[in-house]
């Protein structure tokens, strides 16, 4: 974690994160309507000293074969945890040299403009007040904080936060959009979409420093989950077999390969019997070099994480979440950051209506900080949701 993220961290502890593409919509949509009072969103990777006692949590789910048990992990029983709002009022991003940004996030569902957090600043992200609901979904930061991305109009972009380039992506005709799509770890590549309401994508690989650009021929029908750091497209086949996902082949491609390799990862072992595979959230293990596969229920609630080789060998479980038996709290996976893994759990119990970001960190699950219950949330790295 740099130290613009870290000086972000205390100064919020002082004070007391596309729907481009109609598989991850739908699939989105269905966790939505079954929290019934609002939806699992992307949260802020915001961390901050845990005060507290520590307990053992026990996982829940059957953890698999010997030697793949998850990570036992720890969490804080009563610990504070700093809450971030929208502020009543917000000066818009000038332009220019602001510094890295922290996490873009809106509010609420809809109606609420789009900010940027740089350090203890919230600025208004252009064009928000113009469709503030639908264009924060569309908001996007690269790990490092320092590219922002967001919609103009049908076309979209991409700003250095720590600099004065601007990279515009129109769409290529009328009636078609653009939106960021994924980034590779290191934050020197973007994957962005061209689409006409979901369907009949083509995409384009930027190399941000340098600005080139590079038409992607993906494998057919084909769905990108991530980018390598190498430029290679991890996709999925969007005709694969219907949920609940034991199996699960992905195909690794480079830029101009419209075949690629297969990666063949098969998780039966592993998996308890209610549990599936999340193809939506596959990560770039950025320490080594494989994949870190989301699970969870059939009714799409997380559970946990697997570690995945390069190859498709499952290598661990690397953590399992606490299951709440009175369904009062629901878990997503959002990403990978200096932190380590983050998920966003959201509480719907009366009176404590919140969305909680919490990072694994070794055995310790940390409460990072609280954000509105219905917040579209982008962390860096990752689009909102």
Same mark, same amino acid.
């Given at each position: 974690?740099?130290?613009?993220?870290?000086?972000?961290?205390?100064?919020?502890?002082?004070?007391?994160?596309?729907?481009?593409?109609?598989?991850?919509?739908?699939?989105?949509?269905?966790?939505?309507?079954?929290?019934?009072?609002?939806?699992?969103?992307?949260?802020?990777?915001?961390?901050?000293?845990?005060?507290?006692?520590?307990?053992?949590?026990?996982?829940?789910?059957?953890?698999?074969?010997?030697?793949?048990?998850?990570?036992?992990?720890?969490?804080?029983? *009563?610990?504070?945890?700093?809450?971030?709002?929208?502020?009543?009022?917000?000066?818009?991003?000038?332009?220019?040299?602001?510094?890295?940004?922290?996490?873009?996030?809106?509010?609420?569902?809809?109606?609420?403009?789009?900010?940027?957090?740089?350090?203890?600043?919230?600025?208004?992200?252009?064009?928000?007040?113009?469709?503030?609901? *639908?264009?924060?979904?569309?908001?996007?930061?690269?790990?490092?904080?320092?590219?922002?991305?967001?919609?103009?109009?049908?076309?979209?972009?991409?700003?250095?936060?720590?600099?004065?380039?601007?990279?515009?992506?129109?769409?290529?005709?009328?009636?078609?959009?653009?939106?960021?799509?994924?980034? *590779?770890?290191?934050?020197?590549?973007?994957?962005?979409?061209?689409?006409?309401?979901?369907?009949?994508?083509?995409?384009?690989?930027?190399?941000?420093?340098?600005?080139?650009?590079?038409?992607?021929?993906?494998?057919?029908?084909?769905?990108?989950?991530?980018?390598?750091?190498?430029?290679?497209?991890?996709?999925?086949?969007?005709?694969?077999?219907?949920?609940?996902?034991?199996?699960?082949?992905?195909?690794?491609?480079?830029?101009?390969?419209?075949?690629?390799?297969?990666?063949?990862?098969?998780?039966?072992?592993?998996?308890?019997?209610?549990?599936?595979?999340?193809?939506?959230?596959?990560?770039?293990?950025?320490?080594?070099?494989?994949?870190?596969?989301?699970?969870?229920?059939?009714?799409?609630?997380?559970?946990?994480?697997?570690?995945?080789?390069?190859?498709?060998?499952?290598?661990?479980?690397?953590?399992?979440?606490?299951?709440?038996?009175?369904?009062?709290?629901?878990?997503?996976?959002?990403?990978?950051?200096?932190?380590?893994?983050?998920?966003?759990?959201?509480?719907?119990?009366?009176?404590?209506?919140?969305?909680?970001?919490?990072?694994?960190?070794?055995?310790?699950?940390?409460?990072?900080?609280?954000?509105?219950?219905?917040?579209?949330?982008?962390?860096?790295?990752?689009?909102?949701?």
């Amino acid at each position: 974690m740099n130290d613009d993220f870290r000086n972000v961290y205390r100064e919020l502890a002082d004070d007391a994160r596309n729907y481009s593409d109609p598989e991850r919509a739908l699939a989105v949509g269905r966790r939505r309507r079954r929290t019934l009072l609002a939806a699992p969103a992307l949260a802020v990777a915001v961390a901050v000293v845990a005060v507290g006692t520590w307990v053992t949590v026990r996982p829940s789910v059957p953890t698999g074969t010997p030697g793949n048990q998850a990570t036992e992990v720890t969490t804080a029983a *009563s610990s504070p945890v700093p809450t971030l709002s929208p502020p009543p009022t917000a000066p818009a991003l000038p332009p220019g040299a602001v510094g890295r940004a922290s996490f873009a996030y809106a509010g609420c569902r809809s109606g609420c403009p789009g900010l940027a957090v740089v350090g203890d600043r919230q600025f208004i992200i252009p064009g928000q007040e113009r469709n503030p609901g *639908s264009s924060a979904m569309l908001l996007s930061l690269s790990p490092d904080g320092r590219w922002l991305g967001y919609p103009a109009g049908d076309g979209y972009v991409v700003r250095d936060l720590t600099g004065t380039r601007t990279m515009a992506f129109p769409p290529s005709e009328s009636g078609r959009r653009t939106a960021a799509w994924v980034w *590779s770890a290191d934050s020197k590549r973007l994957l962005v979409s061209d689409f006409r309401e979901g369907n009949d994508n083509t995409y384009t690989l930027v190399d941000v420093l340098t600005g080139s650009r590079t038409p992607a021929v993906m494998p057919a029908a084909g769905t990108p989950l991530a980018l390598t750091n190498e430029g290679e497209i991890v996709s999925r086949a969007r005709d694969q077999q219907p949920e609940p996902v034991r199996v699960l082949t992905l195909t690794v491609s480079a830029i101009g390969d419209a075949t690629g390799r297969s990666v063949t990862i098969d998780a039966s072992a592993i998996l308890a019997q209610n549990e599936s595979l999340f193809p939506g959230s596959v990560l770039v293990d950025p320490d080594a070099g494989g994949y870190l596969l989301g699970v969870g229920t059939a009714d799409g609630i997380s559970t946990g994480v697997l570690r995945v080789a390069a190859d498709g060998r499952v290598v661990e479980r690397v953590v399992d979440l606490p299951r709440d038996t009175r369904n009062r709290e629901f878990w997503n996976v959002l990403g990978v950051n200096g932190d380590g893994l983050l998920f966003s759990r959201q509480t719907n119990d009366t009176g404590r209506q919140a969305t909680t970001v919490v990072a694994v960190t070794g055995k310790a699950l940390r409460d990072l900080v609280a954000l509105p219950h219905e917040s579209i949330v982008a962390v860096p790295g990752a689009s909102a949701r």
